[in-house]
Nanobody, 122 residues
Framework: QVQLVESGGGLVQAGGSLRLSCAAS????????MAWFRQRPKKPRQLVAG???????EYGDFVKGRFTISRDDAKNAVYLQMDSLQPEDTAVYYC????????????????WGQGTQVTVSS
């Protein structure tokens, strides 16, 4: 099991940027697929971005080129650079991991962090 701790959330104005970090411990994540999910108020959790152990990336349709997921296996960490943030991006953002490292399949993510709040003001 992988323990995940998110950081970097906060309050930002519309059009601004944030960089989320996810620190993993317990196991090396180099073989894992990693992802960021978010949960907006009264909405189901949704995939924001995922990255396989080979570096292939997938993004939610709503991202539209504004976010970038990256990983640093040497640091056992994953990042989410978010630019051009909008009020509708306000959510709790979660880091997640799956040992099925070659694909991004939502139901296979079974290790989760506690989340970090992102609030975008208009």
């Amino acid at each position: 099991q992988v323990q995940l701790v998110e950081s970097g959330g906060g309050l930002v104005q519309a059009g601004g940027s944030l960089r989320l970090s996810c620190a993993a411990s317990g196991r090396a994540i180099s073989s894992y697929a990693m992802a960021w999910f978010r949960q907006r108020p009264k909405k189901p959790r949704q995939l924001v971005a995922g990255i396989t152990n080979g570096g292939r990336r997938e993004y939610g349709d709503f991202v539209k080129g504004r976010f970038t997921i990256s990983r640093d296996d040497a640091k056992n960490a994953v990042y989410l650079q978010m630019d051009s943030l909008q009020p509708e991006d306000t959510a709790v953002y979660y880091c997640a991991a799956t040992p099925y490292g070659h694909t991004i399949v939502v139901v296979q993510f079974d290790d989760w962090g506690q989340g970090t709040q992102v609030t975008v003001s208009s």
